[in-house]
Structures are given as C-alpha cells and as structure tokens.
C-alpha cells in the first residue's frame, strides 16, 4: 500500500455528520480564484452565510483589503472533551505498531530459532526488514550489526530484536525534537502541510491545547480556504481549545488569508500562530506553487517567518511517505515532522527510513482523535515498539 487509506469518520466526522466527509483530493484549480468558484459552489448555505467577506487580493500584490473574520471564543480553559482514554499512549502506539512488530517478531523468531547466524540468514532478515518498510540503508545497517562478530554462533531471537531496537533508536534519537516556541519572534508562525487527511488541522488543534496549557497566546488561521468544512473543522477547534481563529469566505485567496492572519496576530502581540493548509497530493503542480506563494507573502511581513514549517504524515502511508518527505522538503521548506495516526493500524517503519534518510527533525506523534493525543517523539518507546 503506498497511498493513504480512505478517511475513518473521525471526531470531526461525528460532530458533522455527512458533511465533513469530503473527496481524498481537492479538484486542482486553474489559479486559485478558478478553483476557489468551484468549491464555493459545493459549499452549504449555512456556512456561507456566516462567513461573508470579500476575497482578498491576489497575494503578491500589495496587502489584501479585504476584512477575514475573527472568531473570538469565550476564553473556556483549553480542556478535553473527550472521554479519558484507558489505555496509556504507549499502549496504544504499541497496538498500532502491532503490525508492523509482529511481522518483525514472527520473521525474526522463525529465522534465528536453533539456527546457526550464516549470510543467508542474514540476507532474509535484510529482506524482512526491507518488506517492513524500514529502508535498504537501515536494512543493511541493522543486518551488519548482528552478524557482527557472530558468524557461526547461534544468536537469540531475543538479542535480534534487541539489537534492532537499539540501531532503530540510533537513528531516531538525534532527530527527536519537541516542537519549540521560545519568544524570539513574535508571533512564532507554525505552518502545517501534507496531503490530504494526513491530520494537519486536527495536529493544529492539539498543538493550540499544548501551547494554552503552557500559558501562549495562540491564533489560528484556517488557511484551507477551498472547502466550508475546512473552515468549520478549524472553529470547533478554536472553541475547544479557547483560540481564535481568523478565517476567511470559502474560496478566498489563502495567501491573502495568511497574510491577513499574520498582520492580527502581530496585532495582538500572540505568541503563536497556527497556519493550517489545504491538503495536496506532493504531485500537483499548481498547489505546490500555491504553499510557495503562502510563504513568499509571509515573508513579506516577517523575513523569518513561518518558523516551522511541518509536514504532517500518516501512519497508515507506506513507501510514498518517503516522496512526500522529499517534495514537500523541496517545495514548502519543511523543517519537521509529525507522524499522526499511530494508534491504528500503523505502518511505523517508514518512520525510520525517513529518519535515515532526511534526518529531519520528528517532533511529535498522534496517537488518537482527542486533543490530548498528541506525544512528543520519544524514540526509545517508538524503536521499543517497533522491535516488539
Ligand atoms: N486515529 C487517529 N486519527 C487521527 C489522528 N490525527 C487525525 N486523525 C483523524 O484523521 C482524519 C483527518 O484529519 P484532519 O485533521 O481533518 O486531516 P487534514 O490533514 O487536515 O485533512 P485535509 O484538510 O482534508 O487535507 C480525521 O478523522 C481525524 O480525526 C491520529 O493521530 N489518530
Ligand atoms: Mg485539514
């Protein structure tokens, strides 16, 4: 499997019923006017009523005129309106690398059981950790570790699986690194991107939990400006979490939007602001362009900003994580990761490979719908998990 699965009807999806349920790919637009009509189009009325502001200008030109709406919450402790979950996140990370430990564990016992470490041995290891997903770098990497001085000795499963989750946390430790807001700038712009239903608006959600909890001011602004569901999901979050969120009419122009959402966060001195993005597939020429433009106009109030730019991931992706990680890299300048979803039915190794190969910073995981259920990277669990 190389592409995301077809959405689960999430939290979102309960709370809205039918309508947040939107198609895997967004039409790609002509110019983002074009394709901005043609989503306002599938919008309900409802929602368009509400939101009613002029589309900003074109992005490059001079500062939008236009006026994007601001909702203020009630300032409601940012709390979980969840049930408290029963299982710990490590139990449920572990349930979701079920898979991908088990296929390790079962190959790794069905090799290394009374049987003497040879180079064939070591070459269907080498093969399993490759089907695993883990990469033929690590692959190698891991395999020669274990034949290692123990050629014709008999080595446990147990001291297999060890030694992979020793080279797999070698790999992941460096690149650890929780998500930092340290004042520098104000605000401190976190832009999220991906493809679609990766979970970059309910990593936005989450993320705005984590920061009021640590006493930040928080905006958010709903850059996804194609669909009324977008902008809806990011509300609900906004209520939940006591953020603003500064959002425009279906179908503006989201570099305006973001551009707009920079100027009223500078306003009003935030700390943060949280940039969500419309889903793309990495091959989509005219809206890879449109994440390009989104961070040219950013630029043009703060040269620095976005300070974060995080490509969110899902779990469930195999090999084409690896091509989103690469194009993503190159087109919008992500500087970490985050890794949702781990708590299904996870296909954990690309992390790895990943890991290997861009040494991208991996700044969290999610681990649930709730808005508790994002943890900081810990490799050690990750790697503990990996290796069963
Ligand atoms: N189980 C699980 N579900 C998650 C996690 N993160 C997000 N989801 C669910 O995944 C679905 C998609 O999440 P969104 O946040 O809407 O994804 P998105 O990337 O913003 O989607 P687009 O805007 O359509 O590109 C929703 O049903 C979420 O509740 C997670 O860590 N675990
Ligand atoms: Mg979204």
Redesign the pocket.
């Known amino acids: 499997m190389s592409e995301p699965e077809p ?7 309960r709370l809205f019923g039918g309508k ?1 349920q ?1 198609p895997e790919a ?1 039409a790609e637009p002509a110019g983002p006017q074009s394709g901005a009509m043609e989503h306002a189009e599938t919008q309900d009325a409802d929602t368009a009523s509400r939101d009613v502001i002029s589309p900003p200008a074109a992005a490059d030109a001079e500062p939008p005129e236009h006026v994007p709406e601001q909702i203020t919450p009630s300032l409601a402790p940012a709390e979980s309106s969840q049930p408290q979950p029963k299982t710990t996140w490590f139990q449920r990370l572990k349930a979701g690398l079920g898979k991908t430990s088990s296929k390790l564990t079962d190959g790794i016992t069905g090799l290394f059981t009374k049987r003497k470490l040879d180079a064939s041995t070591l070459e269907e290891l080498e093969d399993l950790l490759i089907q695993s997903d883990l990469g033929i770098a690590m692959a190698s990497r891991i395999t020669d570790a274990i034949g290692k001085g123990r050629f014709e000795k008999g080595i446990s499963p147990d001291e297999v699986r060890a030694i992979l989750a020793t080279e797999v946390e070698k790999v992941l430790a460096p690149i650890a690194k929780p998500l930092t807001v340290d004042g520098t700038h104000r605000p401190h712009v976190i832009m ?1 991107v ?13 993320l705005a939990a984590k920061f009021r909890t640590e006493g930040k001011s928080v905006m958010m602004a709903a850059g ?1 400006t194609f ?1 009324a569901a ?1 902008i809806d ?1 990011l509300k609900v979050w906004g209520e939940r979490t006591g953020t603003p969120v500064v959002a425009s009419a279906v179908g503006a122009d989201s570099s305006g939007l973001a551009f707009e959402a920079l100027k009223r966060a500078q306003a009003a001195n935030a700390d943060v602001l949280l940039l ?5 597939l990495q091959n989509k020429q005219a809206l890879m362009e449109e994440l390009e433009k989104m961070t040219r106009v950013l630029k043009k109030i703060d040269p620095s900003a976005p300070h974060d730019v995080v490509l ?1 991931l ?2 469930t992706t195999g090999q084409n994580a690896l091509q989103q990680v690469d194009v993503f890299g190159k087109r919008a300048g992500v500087t970490g990761l985050v890794m ?5 039915t996870a296909r954990g190794g690309i992390l790895v490979a990943i890991g290997e190969k861009f040494k991208l910073p991996v700044h969290a ?5 709730g808005v508790d ?2 943890q900081p990277f810990a490799a050690a669990d990750f790697a503990r998990a990996i290796a069963g």
């Open positions: 959405k689960r009807k999430g939290l979102f999806g947040a939107e967004p999220m991906g493809v679609n239903g990766t979970g970059k608006t309910t990593t936005i959600g989450k996804d669909r977008a999901q969500d993005t419309a889903g793309r969110v899902d779990a949702t979803k781990l708590d299904g995981v999610g681990v649930g719908e259920d994002l």
